[in-house]
């Protein structure tokens, strides 16, 4: 391995092990580099991959709010400004109790690469805080947005950062948080954060666009090997926006969504979570606040498998939606075992290293990884900016065009990366190149800090 990676790797494992998920997405990414590294010594003169695995600025705040009966509680919040050498920082907010700064940081990371495979002007950031939106009242989810805005509105903006959202942050939290900013700054501001409702600036196509994106990268895989996404099963995770833009247009095109996980189990439905009412359904189950997919069980009398994960089901197609490391090695083996040929990463990072190293090691599977799969929600919230800026509004079918077009390219210069670099056909590290010589391009040209 190449001596100056192999630094910057060990130490990032020695400087930072209290923090995993960092550490991991870190490793991920950097032991894909190495032909790159091998043919650009320039880059260890001026420190860049240390620079790079380096947030540029971290904000971590307090958060207070009420909750209906009059108690006060207290939670964290964080913004991780993590690389701005493309553009303004651009990454969503994720709400869930047990994230911390390494969930942020990581998250961070690997936003900067996946806005940088867009091709759009969008640097990386991320943010959140460890607030549990389960079980919460909508006015509890007022408060609790207003006061994390009251924090944080002084570190954003339309040229500096632009949140979004991400885990527990929807169109709900998004109004409101924007709202807070607005009644703070006294201005629209280009609408700062994207995601927003279409009545106030949102974009057509966006709460879809995550999950469209990652159907039109499978069909382009599927197409790579001769095959047609028509009649293919496949199997999702988690039941939030993302997997039902994926139900959406996977049905669209006549293949089937089969399975679909909460934190209470896993739904299976062989006849596909295919009908507008299963669909809508998806809606229903996340605007309840309970969180729990045995909910959809119960409504369309399909079967329910507690406490565990959708792995081990006979699809044609995986495609983890859910959150990070989600599939776990014994899964993957599982998912080999079954045959599977497809393996479509959608939710950051949701395979552990090892169970990762596995499938890519294995043959007869394709492996896509998920910051170019899932990089269509973040390309569309760019179109979003670009919507707000220039004081236009596009139809759904020019932001879909748009969106179908820049997951074809970030498809093609996956694979055109990692042919230039010898590597054959291989969707991860050339996702990880692409990515990342952009980014590097930008920095060497900015001079040094
Ligand atoms: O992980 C992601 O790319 C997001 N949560 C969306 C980020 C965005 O700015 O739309």
Known sequence: MNAYLTSVIEGVRTHHADEPEFVQAVEEVLTTLEPVIDQHPEYEMVDLLNRMVEPERTFTFRVCWMADDGTWHTNTGWRCQFNG????????????????????????????????????PIGGGKGGADFDPTGKSDSEIMRFCQSYMQALYRYIGPDVDIPAGDMGVGAREIGYLFGEYRRLKGCFENGVLTGKGFSYGGSRIRPEATGYGAVYYLQNVLAHEGEDIQGKTIACAGFGNVTWGICKKATELGAKVVTLS????????????????????????????RNLVKDYADRFGVEFHPGEKPWGVKADI???????????????????????????????MPTTSDALSYLQEQPGIIVAPCKAVNA??????????????????????????????????????SVDAAERYGLGYNLVAGANIAGFQRVADAMMAQGVF
Do not use: C
């Open 85 to 120: 050498a493309i553009g303004p920082y651009k990454g969503g907010l994720r709400f869930q109790k047990d994230v911390n700064l390494s969930v942020m940081k990581f998250l961070g990371f690997e936003q900067t690469f996946k806005n940088a495979l867009t091709g759009l």
């Open 262 to 289: 909460g934190p209470d189990g896993y739904i299976y439905d062989p006849d596909g979570v295919a009908t507008p009412e299963k669909v809508d359904y998806i809606t229903v189950m996340r605007a309840s606040g």
């Open 318 to 348: 995986m495609m983890p939606s859910a959150m990070q490391n989600d599939v776990h090695l014994e899964h993957a083996k599982q998912i080999v075992a079954n045959g599977v040929k497809y393996y479509i990463e959608v939710a950051n």
């Open 376 to 413: 269509g929600g973040v390309a569309t919230s760019a179109l979003e900016m670009a919507q707000n800026s220039e004081r236009l509004v596009w139809t759904a079918e020019e932001v879909d065009q748009q969106l179908h077009q820049i997951m074809n390219t970030i498809y093609q210069m």
